[in-house]
């Protein structure tokens, strides 16, 4: 199995459970989705605040979302191929890209969904992921259903 690397940095103050299980949903999501090299995804957890500016300054979105992912490379959705993009020299891991996780949506829509945190933590993290490896949902049509049929794999492989 691939030796992954998982940064984590935060904003404000997580839990050390978050922390456990979004390199867990990372994990998860990166083996079924066939990914066989190392790779490295920054995660960073942030507010309603934070994630408002990141979006402003780096999407040009005035507003909070529940989560950010920023890939480093552009993957064709479903077969992933580490030739699409370009291992560090130094440490020899492909970077996949970064990821900003708003705690204040997790509490509130896994409270307003009946989830829970946990659940709504690992679905984003998981969302987050697939967006790294070129999966999108801009339209309601076939994107759509593919990503979600992979978010629902990966979540049901968590037993989530």
Do not use: W
């Amino acid at each position: 199995m691939a030796r992954h690397s998982v940064l984590v940095s935060g904003e404000t103050a997580y839990p050390p459970r978050a922390e456990r299980l979004v390199r867990r949903s990372i994990r998860a999501a990166l083996r079924l989705e066939g990914v066989r090299v190392p790779c490295e995804i920054s995660v960073l957890f942030t507010d309603d605040e934070g994630i408002r500016r990141l979006n402003g300054e780096l999407r040009g979105v005035d507003k909070a979302t529940d989560v950010l992912s920023f890939p480093a490379f552009t993957f064709v959705p479903g077969a992933f191929d580490p030739a699409d993009g370009e291992a560090d020299p130094e440490s020899g891991l492909l970077p996949l890209g970064d990821m900003a996780l708003n705690l204040d949506r997790i509490r509130l829509q896994g409270r307003e969904y009946g989830t829970g945190e946990k659940r709504e933590t690992a679905y984003l993290t998981v969302h987050s992921v697939l967006h790294l490896l070129g999966y999108d949902h801009l339209d309601e049509g076939p994107q759509k259903k593919q990503m979600r049929a992979r978010e629902d794999a990966v979540m049901r492989a968590m037993g989530l």
